[in-house]
């Protein structure tokens, strides 16, 4: 497992949803099985099952990377299987609807997201290296200290074309709720 605290809060969002795993199963759209071995430590979800995670409970990813009861320990990268490494700046704050990650692309990696819910807006902001971002169907040059700003609730990606690791900062806005 790459970060124990995934299975421990996935766990308690399901409990205190008042959910059994048939019914987190129907609302995430991952099956049971898998739910299960995730909230066992069995298996390492990838982020693409993260996503499904935050949009079947309406959750930030922040909800089930960081342990919300300790904002002063430093927050530990999440290296997803296959995948992007993700480490939380700043969790989930209501009050901003926002949350704050520091991303890594190994040299050559490819990351395309499926959309998140509606109203989702993304910044990056490129700290190491170059990074494609893909919005709109198409794929944008960023350089160091580069920004984009983009709409989330539509597929986008993220892409390092160098042989050195890149960087940035992701900001994910999620719209007020009523």
């Not at 019914?23 to 069995?42: D, F, H, P, V, W």
């Amino acid at each position: 497992m790459s970060d124990p605290k995934i299975p421990i809060n996935l766990k308690a969002v399901r409990t205190r949803a008042g959910l059994s795993l048939s019914q987190a199963a129907e609302l995430t759209g991952i099956s049971k099985a898998m739910l299960g071995q995730i909230e066992r430590g069995e298996s390492s979800p990838t982020i693409a099952t993260m996503w499904k995670l935050t949009k079947g409970f309406h959750l930030p990813l922040t909800a089930f990377l960081t342990d919300w009861q300790d904002t002063t320990v430093p927050r530990t990268p999440v290296r997803f299987p296959g995948s992007i490494t993700v480490a939380p700046v700043f969790p989930f704050d209501p009050l901003v609807g926002s949350e704050t990650f520091l991303v890594t692309l190994d040299p050559g990696q490819e990351h395309v997201s499926h959309p998140h819910d509606a109203g989702v807006v993304e910044d990056v902001v490129v700290t190491l290296g170059t990074v494609e971002v893909l919005r709109d169907g198409n794929w944008a040059p960023c350089a160091r200290n580069d920004g984009l700003r983009f709409a989330a609730d539509q597929p986008h990606g993220y892409r390092n074309p160098s042989d050195a690791p890149a960087q940035f900062l992701n900001v994910l806005h999620y719209p007020q709720l009523p």
